[in-house]
């Protein structure tokens, strides 16, 4: 019994259509008068698309370790199986390949059967000295990691249960889909680990139990019911924690501290996929954002930028309204800072990196040595103002709740959790809750991370739950990489823009990073012209005020300007604005000025906050609809040297009504095609396919854009296409070539398979024979793992229909020439899933084509 399953794509030669999503209404127009015709022609494999060595099926070499890898080219598409082993199918835990890298180059693991806790593939890399360099481990469906140089390296694909089809894809990715994550470069403290279990009532005592499987676990702070940090005992090794015969012994470790982060990351998955725990995270290190540079007093130019002083014509902000400010903590006895404080805590919990001589204790002071960071952001919220001396706070009415978190050398994401939770008003560890919880907590700080760690949103939705709006730094990265806390859900990323030239809009600043998750920009600063603030002299032990730049010094011109929203409402006898209520507002632009692209953009988000528009549009609030906002994925497309076929897709993320206007090639590009699916509607939304033919092509690398202008707002989506005659010959094993009766396909009705041969990859000639007049579809594809599942991810396949019209061949004559290619399916489009009945002879079952 063989299933269909497909996932849209398909392969090009003749046809290409492949992949659409089929109406159930089809008729056909051929004669069917009982004539019997025939259909052949030859079945090629893409470029480039190979096989790994050792399927179970099909074992032309073993490469399960690193004496035996399978040698790839640099551009390469592989379809390959792994399984930890069972009574039917002998193990294939590992698969080694050989490869020459440039740095940049893009590994790609596509997991076909990906089940949470059943079925999970990692992907590991390793230079020529076999010393681990990349794992990406945490993703579900799909792993990803970067070549850090030049040079041969070896890449593994590993079992760590179950099994399951997969395709390794190497230089070029999912057309832009995937994200990096390589968590052995992500910085957290080695060896620890944050653990909440499901059980309330579970103790300390039956946590560190054996009988729970993590005798190895020393428990450090927190508490049952609540996240509790553990440390992996010193003697402790992860080495033999999955399924999998992992070749520990024939790997190196360029430092003691990445092996021990490597076993952290062993027991950190084996702990994710206990039934017991609810959540399990490492104890990511963060710092604070601030771009060093010396002192340059300058007037506060940014706060014009921002209509601030509009906004004090209506409210300065209220005693009443708390921003909670997680940093380095703050100097309490500075003029500009004193009156503003109500109780904070001291949450650095590392003694080495606290400068302070303890750990967790009631006084956040900071006690200098490193930075006065959070002094600093601190007087941007609420710097005491009208009082004769230094400069002026965003909300100067507003109170200060220092939390501090980060010591030295940054902080830990266990820290900063514990001081998100007490701003909060929830059970932390200090035993203690403040007297009036935070309305808003301002996090300048921040890192980048492999992937969103389920702990920390679950910690930024408890906080949300409680009224509290969080505010976070985009990053001082120069890149489009996420960047964390600011880019979880429910956070408001901000990035930071320079000061304009008179008569020009402001501009990004370098450092800031950008991206899909920005949401509003505010004044960081550059050169000479950066944000003012209140300071702290360490070598005298005066109070001073500095200039500094960062996102970090733009993210409290945000969170002052949401204090100042929530006082206004008070004032005027309102409700505070609900985190949800707030996201609704920046959503509708109703915060601040469009700057860049108009609607929302990578760089700005939905514009410049503008605290007088702000303020008015809280006192005025109502639930309004969102602008119609055109997104299109993904937002790159990369044609390798094998890949033909790609695919974007056309969305309204926005309410109201959207049409696409017209998509047109910025440059003409007679090589591609660009074809709507069915799903396509009047509005011009849904998934359009992509196709490029080099035919006559000199070899090279292309570039493009596609232009896409909808009602609402235009997108250019950049094209990259390269042009190899060396490309790797394609060898995919053995080819399923299917002939499929269209009108029966289409409409769901029985036996729609009416013949099926097999070849091979060196010679795809195939012919059926004594076929019917009728409308069919021809159709190809592997069965690797011999599932009796086809057209899955995992498969190589491909399909021929008439190319201009995307309609079944029609056959009322001999048909021959009917040459396509098939090639390892990359694309994530959802076909429909029409069922079909079996063949006569009870060998095949077809469904969702």
């Not at 430092?255 to 990351?265: D, P, Q």
């Not at 930024?460 to 001082?476: D, K, L, S």
């Not at 011109?557 to 604005?577: E, F, T």
């Not at 469009?594 to 609607?599: A, F, H, K, Q, R």
Request: glycine content about 10%; hydrophobic content about 40%; charged content about 20%.
């Amino acid at each position: 019994m063989l299933v269909i399953s497909c996932g849209g794509g398909g392969g090009g030669g003749g046809g290409g259509s492949g992949g659409e999503i089929h109406s159930a209404a089809y008729e056909c127009t051929a004669i069917g008068d009982g004539s019997l015709y025939s259909i052949g022609g030859n079945i090629s494999v893409a470029p480039g698309s190979i096989l790994d060595s050792d399927t179970p099926y099909s074992v032309t070499a073993l490469n399960g370790s690193f004496d035996s890898p399978q040698a790839i080219p640099s551009q390469v598409t592989i379809g390959g199986f792994a399984n930890a082993g069972s009574s039917s199918i002998p193990a294939d835990t590992n698969d080694f390949f050989e490869v020459e890298l440039t740095e940049g180059d893009n590994i790609v693991l596509q997991v076909a059967d990906a089940i949470w806790n059943t079925n999970d593939l990692d992907l590991y890399l390793y230079n020529s000295n076999r010393e681990l360099v990349g794992l990406s481990e945490y993703g579900e469906s799909i792993e990803a990691l970067v070549a850090p140089d030049d040079g041969l390296f070896f890449i593994e694909v590993r079992v760590w249960k179950g099994s399951s089809s997969y395709i390794l894809t190497v230089d070029g990715g999912i057309q832009g889909a995937a994200k990096v994550t390589n968590s052995l470069t992500a910085e957290f403290v080695p060896g620890e680990i944050i653990v909440q279990y499901e059980q309330v009532e579970q103790t300390v005592s039956t946590v560190n139990a054996s009988s729970l499987g993590v005798s190895h676990l020393q428990h450090i702070a927190g508490a049952p019911g609540r996240p509790m940090r553990m440390r992996m005992a010193a003697t402790f090794s992860a080495s033999a924690l999955s399924d999998g015969d992992a070749p520990e012994s024939q790997m190196q470790f360029r430092s003691e501290e990445e092996r021990r982060k490597y076993e952290t990351l062993l027991e950190l998955k084996r702990l994710r996929h206990d039934p017991i725990v609810k959540y399990a995270s490492l104890n990511y290190i963060r710092y604070p954002l601030r771009m060093p540079d010396d002192p340059d007093y300058s007037a506060q130019w940014h706060y014009d930028l921002i209509d601030l002083p509009l906004a004090w014509d209506l409210t300065t902000g209220s005693p009443g309204v708390v921003v909670a400010v997680i940093d380095t903590g703050i100097k309490s006895e500075h003029s500009d800072l004193k009156n503003k404080l109500v109780d904070g805590y001291d949450f650095v919990s590392d003694r080495s990196n606290a400068g302070d001589g303890d750990t967790i204790d009631d006084d956040p002071d900071d006690p200098g040595g490193a930075s006065f960071h959070g002094t600093h952001v601190a007087g941007t919220v609420a710097a005491d103002t009208d009082n004769a001396i230094g400069g002026a706070g965003v909300a100067w009415d507003t109170s200060i709740m220092p939390l501090r978190a980060l010591g030295l050398n940054g902080g830990t994401f266990y820290d900063i959790m514990q001081a998100m939770l007490y701003a909060a008003g929830l059970p932390n560890d200090s035993g203690l809750l403040p007297t009036k919880r935070a309305d808003v907590i301002n996090l300048s700080l921040g890192g980048p991370l492999p992937s969103p760690d389920p702990f920390e949103q679950s910690v930024i939705n408890q906080v949300r739950e409680q009224g509290v709006i969080v505010i976070a730094a985009a990053g001082n990265q120069s890149s489009s990489f996420p960047f964390y806390p600011a880019s979880y859900d429910g956070v408001t990323s901000v990035s930071a823009v320079t000061k304009p030239i008179i008569g020009e809009e402001p501009e990004l600043a370098e450092y800031s990073s950008f991206g899909p998750g920005i949401d509003l920009a505010a004044p960081g600063g550059a050169d000479a012209y950066k944000i003012y603030s209140t300071w702290w002299n360490d070598k005298d032990g005066q109070e001073s005020y500095a200039v500094l730049q960062g996102t970090s010094m733009a993210t409290p011109h945000v969170a002052g300007v949401v204090a100042l929203m929530q006082s206004a409402r008070i004032a005027a006898g309102q409700d505070p604005l609900t985190p949800n209520e707030f996201d609704q507002l920046v959503e509708a632009g109703s915060l601040s000025t469009d700057l860049g692209s108009l609607g929302r953009d990578d760089q700005f988000g939905y514009g410049l906050i503008n605290a007088e528009q702000a303020v008015q549009a809280a006192l005025n609030f109502s639930l309004v609809p969102l602008p119609p906002q055109l997104a299109v994925t993904p937002a790159v497309i990369d044609f390798r040297a094998d890949l033909n076929t790609s695919g974007i897709t056309l969305s309204n993320i926005g309410d109201g009504e959207l049409n696409i206007l017209s998509i047109s090639e910025v440059m003409d590009m007679p090589w591609l095609d660009i074809e709507p699916s069915a799903s396509v509607g009047p509005d011009g939304l849904g998934f359009y396919l992509l196709h490029v033919d080099r035919t006559g092509l000199a070899e090279g690398e292309y570039t493009a854009e596609i232009l896409i202008n909808s009602s609402a707002n235009t997108i250019n989506i950049p094209l990259n296409m390269t042009v190899s005659n060396n490309a790797f010959a394609g060898e995919v094993g053995d080819i399923n070539v299917l002939l499929f009766n269209a009108e029966l396909f289409y409409n769901s009705a029985e036996f729609a398979l009416v013949a099926e041969q097999i070849v091979s990859s060196t010679n795809g000639s195939y012919a059926f024979d004594d076929i019917a007049s009728a409308c069919y579809l021809v159709v190809a594809t592997t069965d690797i793992d011999k599932d009796f599942r086809v057209f899955d991810l995992g498969e190589a396949w491909g399909g021929f229909t008439n190319k201009s019209d995307a309609t079944p061949l029609v056959l009322d004559a001999d048909i021959e020439n009917i040459d396509f290619e098939v090639a390892f399916d990359q694309l994530q489009a959802v076909p429909t899933s029409i069922e079909h009945d079996m063949l006569p002879t009870g060998q095949l079952h077809f469904g969702g084509y």
